[in-house]
């Protein structure tokens, strides 16, 4: 890593930051000159992977963007929906998966950090934080070393900071080992009338930095996630920041407190990239240039050159915009939360980033140059040689004991209880926490109102690995459904792509069956894309992780009271499934754990469908008619049984459910994971009136058992085909992560 001005030739700098020789020409002539050290950082970070999307923006276009309910779309720190009564919901998701793999602890810790600053840009107060961690088999010691330090990082700082972490998933497969997937999705409220951007919008303006002193820590983190993973990446730990969440946690307070003048004119955070970022993004944004001092930028460390100022990734720091005599009064509310203000610099009219050192001009560039002009890539996407093999399923696949397949799949890493690892989160912190970690979507609610905001993250799993079209339409089905079984509508979606080398042909048509895929569904759907991430590079010696598309949704649900518990809730109950009782084997995840096989095509999506089982569980909800609900998915009918027996209270903890001869295999009825359907329980009072509000939304159905005391039955045609007491499913399903993680 470079850490100076001396002694390292042009050559040596634009090559060992990642730029190739057609970019250092095209730096060249949009300069009219070769650019010295500082500039060719700028333009590196800035023309990363990680910040400037060369190889994903022309295909992130087709997104559907628009939404009755959006304030503000893509491009901005975070996406805005609308709630109602003047208040607004900021979320986004976003990956910190390098610094991670290096470190982590701090890599997980920081990536709170940054996602929080995200939300915090928008003016809006941070309320929640989701993950979604993708990691190799815990059998093995790295990658037990790797979730215990990622979950660790994520307690340490989200419980510091007063954020609750109230959900999110927990992935494994093979390729993950060596480059885990750490996505980390934060939503904020804030009023509408103090939604902030973050744009420098006016010449004249004062620019102050809020926050940390700057360091030498970070320097080139954009660069070093936009790189594959290999033996000479420990050496790059220096670009693995260090968090301060008790900073945090003053920056968030002071940051709002400012907001709350109407005197901060743009705010934005400084992540990837640092000041360069920050500053060059801000200025684009709203058309203006910038003039820096970094002589007025508070350093921690002596003799840090103007290279090393630009591109710290230091934590804990924030820009804030404002009229040159409202600055003293920001400062001053800084200065009493305990935190550094400085005015270190002003907007200009010239639409040209300025640098000073010293008194003299260390760096002049283009705004333009650094935000719009950067070079975009199109590689022809080829799918595997083997993808025919992959969909098939061996026609002569026998079919084991199906009490023991289904202890075999709670007991699996794929679906066993994640307490060992949401336990460790203070996700009741704020108090506004509806609906805890361990069911299908988190729900909190919203103060000085009677709603509240349901948050759910899903990735396309093992399909994707096999179909990543039909994985990211999954996930975004998925999402919906978990948001439908706690009666909220869609408000939007953020996303956080994962893959390999972008270069690479295969995984060229990785990233566009998954982009089209979700395209396809939001559409279908009509849930708008507010924002995301995409992540590239994520590979260890040439070997590329899964293709990952993880899906944040946010929905608002207006009876929160009326919220039906995951798990049984009384004796006699009844059961209904909403969708078809027909599963699909289609790389499923008993495939996985008890046949050993990724693979079969994954099922299809069938939007009408989907579309009337969410709206008739919405409406049942709404009427307060449901005991319980779970969205059918990992696992299928047999599974969402156990699980609603495993969350249910004393009483209600066993199920006697009677199903039809399939057409198909028994084991796809049990294990099978079709979209589209959703198991609720009722009391018989109620059974009548709930089966005329599917009727209404044309949702197929059927009754297919009762809540028992205790204990779980299957039948098939009337004959039994599946039964375990309480105690077994329990002793399958809840020590599993805990002892795996032991060794």
């Known amino acids: 890593m470079l850490g100076g001005e001396g002694g390292v030739t042009q050559m040596e700098a634009w090559r060992e930051m990642g730029l190739s020789e057609a970019e250092h020409r095209r730096m060249v002539d949009l300069l009219g000159r070769e650019p010295n050290l500082t ?25 559907p963007r628009r939404g009755r309910r959006v304030l503000v779309g893509p491009g901005e720190n975070a996406g805005v929906v609308g709630l109602g009564r003047g208040l607004a919901l900021a979320f986004r998701i976003e990956s910190h998966n390098h610094p991670s793999a290096i470190e982590p602890h701090q890599g997980a810790a920081t990536g709170i950090g940054g996602i929080v600053r995200d939300i915090l840009a928008m003016g809006a107060r941070p309320v929640a934080l989701l993950d979604s961690l993708h990691f190799g088999p815990p059998g093995e010691a790295r990658n037990r070393h790797l979730l215990s330090g990622v979950v660790g990082g994520i307690a340490a700082y989200g419980n510091c900071i007063g954020v609750p972490t109230v959900g999110g998933e927990i992935d494994f497969g093979p390729r993950y080992t060596d480059n885990p997937l ?191 002009e950067v070079p975009g890539y199109y590689v022809a996407p080829r799918p595997p040689a083997d993808l025919d093999e992959r969909r098939r399923v061996p026609e002569d696949l026998p079919q084991p004991d199906a009490t023991q397949s289904l202890l075999d799949l709670l007991s699996s890493p794929q679906l066993c209880c994640r307490r060992f690892v949401y336990e460790q989160y203070d996700y009741q912190v704020r108090t506004d926490t509806l609906m805890t970690p361990g069911g299908d979507a988190a729900v909190l609610r919203l103060r000085g109102t009677r709603k509240a905001v349901a948050l759910a993250t899903d990735s396309g799993g093992l399909a994707s690995r096999v179909d990543p079209y039909r994985g990211a339409a999954l996930a975004v089905a998925e999402a919906a459904r978990n948001l439908a079984v706690v009666g909220a509508e869609p408000l939007g979606i953020t996303n956080c792509l994962n ?118 569980c919405v409406a049942l909800v709404r009427r307060g008619l449901l005991a319980s609900a779970h969205d059918l998915s990992a696992g299928g009918l047999a599974l969402a049984v156990a699980e609603g027996v495993l969350h249910a209270g004393a009483g209600a903890q066993g199920a006697v459910v009677n199903l039809p001869v399939p057409i198909g295999r028994v084991d796809g009825l049990l294990f099978g994971e079709a979209p589209s359907r959703i198991l609720v329980s009722c009391s018989e009072r109620h059974l009548v009136r709930v089966k005329n509000v599917l009727e209404r939304w044309g949702v197929p159905q059927q009754v297919i058992g009762r809540v028992s005391a205790k204990d779980l039955t299957v039948r098939v045609g009337g004959k039994p085909v599946l039964s375990a007491t309480t105690e077994q499913l329990r002793q399958a399903w809840e020590p599993t992560l805990e002892r795996m993680m032991s060794g």
């Open 39 to 63: 500039e060719t950082g700028m333009f590196a970070v800035l023309w990363s992977e990680h910040c400037a999307y060369k190889h994903s923006r022309h295909m992130l276009k087709t997104l």
């Open 182 to 372: 750490v996505n980390v999705l934060c939503a904020g409220v804030v009023a509408k009338d103090r939604l902030m951007h973050a744009r420098a919008a006016r010449p004249g303006s004062a620019l102050l930095l809020v926050g940390s002193y700057t360091g030498r820590d970070g320097i080139h983190g954009a660069t070093f996630a936009s790189a594959q993973l290999d033996e000479a990446s420990q050496e790059r730990r220096p670009a693995v920041q260090v968090g301060d969440p008790f900073l945090e946690k003053l920056l968030i307070e002071a940051c709002l407190e400012m907001v709350a003048t109407g005197k901060v004119e743009g705010l934005q955070d400084l992540g990837a990239a640092g000041l360069t970022s920050s500053l060059a993004e801000t200025a684009s944004r709203g058309g203006t240039g910038v003039r820096l001092d970094l002589d007025r930028v508070p350093l921690r460390e002596e003799g840090m050159t103007s290279y090393e100022i630009m591109l710290s990734e230091s934590q804990e720091r924030m820009l804030a915009i404002c009229r040159p005599e409202d600055a003293q009064e920001l400062i001053g509310i800084c200065r009493r939360w305990g935190l550094n203000a400085d005015v270190i610099g002003e907007t200009t009219d010239d639409r040209v980033l300025t640098v000073r050192q010293g008194g003299e001009i260390v760096a002049q560039v283009p705004v333009r140059a650094l935000t719009e």
């Open 499 to 616: 893959f390999g080398d972008p270069d690479r042909p295969e995984v060229a048509w990785q990233f566009a069956e998954s982009v089209d895929g979700m395209a396809e569904a939001c559409r279908a759907l009509g849930i708008p894309v507010t924002g995301g991430n995409v992540s590239f590079y994520n590979e260890t010696e040439g070997v590329p992780v899964h293709p990952t598309v993880v899906v944040g949704m946010a929905g608002l649900v207006r009876e929160p009271d009326r919220i039906p518990a995951v798990g049984f809730r009384r004796e006699g109950d009844f059961l209904v499934l909403l969708g078809s009782p027909e599963g699909e084997l289609g790389a499923s995840v008993y495939l996985e754990v008890v046949h050993g096989l990724v693979a079969g095509q994954p099922p299809a999506v069938d939007y009408a469908r989907e579309r009337m089982v969410q709206g008739g």
